[in-house]
């Protein structure tokens, strides 16, 4: 009889994969994206990409992850004995490993402005003072991003915070740890959103914003943006990261791929969408609008500008920082689980060894990645902090790489069948899509993906 973890719920499953692809991904890069690259034409553009793209390849994962049995390894091991394809897992783990070592640290300030929030030290001092005055407002959260990011001491303890968080969940295994806690989260996820929608929403001027956010001006796109779209849904669904190869490794043979894949995609839109229902109402109201969204400076420094600003403004800024936190964390197990099952599976380790071995050295890594806003600042890799040579690395080389050679072995090189067999449990379902995602893989996609590739370099 097989002894391969399973999860051990439908709804369980699904929290859980929702939990890995809804992340900081959805949160923050998203609206950032949009106001770089023409506001809605850059939605839609993401929408199309996410369902034409993203759930074919999500299907392949998911069919390599599940008809391998094992981890992102050992699943081409299994199909493909004695050829190299498990290279490809390989450096799946590897660049799943790496972008762990620099999102903790990113999760870790995420703890950090959430504890501020409740104590209310991030609004100490925001009183009469600078209330009316935009600009001092502004430089205030400056001051206090510095503070909470770019010292040594707090930001260092919040990230050894969180890496003992993970530590606890992933030690309870697949159910009684990633599953539970997903279980828990993602409908508080869920509910944080609608509540702060609803807060938005009703600023004054709100309207202005979700024009911006919803109304198209195709004028807008480029080869550029269709190329960050692409990327965009790429990184929000997880792909070529290893972790849905593993998830899905824990599927019982009965869960429908396909329905799950577009339930998935589905969610992770939907967080994108309602994120920029937040965000863009938000600073159009407060006249922020022309700040620049990129990524930590929205959420660290012009957000906590609108919630001052905001009765309750505490309330606010914690369930916005619990939000993010929710986020980041079962982004977080769900990465490291990939190495962790990697151990199990390969190496025949017991569940609290590879737990162990896998979160120490992030004590160290992490910790140089969260210094390098600090005191290492000056220490650089190809003239980049260490922090941004990892996240470069992994996101323009990595990611890429093995996404496209996921498609590659599962659409030319894989058992004949196997992506058939999958989708349609081996003949107990139906299966309408099996011809167009094998198409897509084959041939779309790795020509899109390749273009990802080749334009990050120009
Ligand atoms: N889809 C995730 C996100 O949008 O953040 C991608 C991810 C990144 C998952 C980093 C896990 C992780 F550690």
Do not use: H
């Not at 897992?89 to 501020?116: D, F, H, K, P, R």
Request: aromatic letters at 12%; proline letters at 4%.
């Amino acid at each position: 009889m097989s002894t391969k973890t399973e999860f051990a719920s439908k709804i369980g499953l699904i929290a859980a994969t929702v939990g890995s692809a809804i992340g900081l991904g959805n949160v923050w890069r998203f609206p950032a994206e949009t106001q770089s690259n023409g506001g809605a034409a850059f939605l839609l553009l993401y929408i199309l990409c996410v369902l034409a793209l993203g759930i074919p390849v999500m299907l392949a994962e998911f069919s390599l992850g599940r008809g391998g049995r094992s981890d992102a390894i050992g699943a081409f091991c299994n199909l493909s004995p004695g050829k190299k394809w498990w290279i490809i897992g390989a450096v799946a783990v590897l660049a799943s490993y790496l972008i762990l070592c620099y999102y903790m640290v990113v999760a870790g300030w995420t703890l950090e402005y959430l504890v501020q929030s409740l104590t209310g030290n991030l609004y100490a001092g925001t009183g009469c003072a600078v209330a009316d005055d935009p600009a001092a407002m502004r430089g205030f959260f400056d001051g206090k991003m510095q503070e909470y990011v770019c010292s040594d001491f707090a930001p260092l303890a919040f990230t050894f915070l969180m890496i003992i968080i993970n530590g606890a969940v992933l030690m309870g295994g697949v159910q009684k740890g990633i599953e539970r806690l997903s279980n828990v989260l993602m409908p508080l996820l869920f509910l944080i959103l609608v509540g702060m929608c609803i807060l938005t929403l009703n600023l004054p001027d709100a309207g202005e914003g979700v024009k911006y956010f919803l109304s198209p001006d195709f004028s807008k796109i480029t080869p550029r943006v269709i190329i960050n779209a692409l990327g965009q849904a790429f990184f929000s669904l997880s792909l070529g990261m290893g972790i849905l190869i593993t998830y899905s490794s824990y599927y019982p043979a009965d869960t429908k791929l396909t329905r799950t894949s577009v339930i998935v995609a589905f969610l992770s839109l939907l967080v994108a969408i309602l994120m920029g229902l937040i965000i863009f109402p938000a600073v159009k109201s407060f006249g922020l609008d022309k700040e620049s969204l990129e990524g930590s400076t929205l959420v660290f420094v012009t957000l906590p500008e609108v919630f001052a600003s905001l009765p309750l403004a505490r309330l606010w800024s914690s369930l916005f920082f619990l939000l993010l936190l929710v986020a980041a964390l079962t982004s977080t197990v769900s990465i490291a689980e990939v190495s962790i099952a990697m151990l199990q599976d390969r190496l025949k380790m017991k569940r609290w060894k590879a737990v162990l071995i896998i979160l120490c050295p992030l004590f160290v890594v992490s910790a140089a990645c969260s210094l390098s806003f600090g005191s290492l600042s000056n220490l650089t890799i190809a003239n980049l902090t260490i922090f941004g040579f990892l996240d470069g690395l992994t996101t323009n080389v990595l990611l890429p790489i093995t996404s496209l050679a996921v498609c590659l072995y599962m659409g030319w090189f894989a058992p004949k069948g196997l992506l058939a067999d999958e989708l349609s449990n081996y003949g107990t379902v139906r299966s309408r899509v099996t011809g167009t995602v094998l198409f897509i893989i084959r041939y779309i996609a790795p020509v899109l993906i390749a273009l990802i590739f080749i334009f990050n370099f120009i």
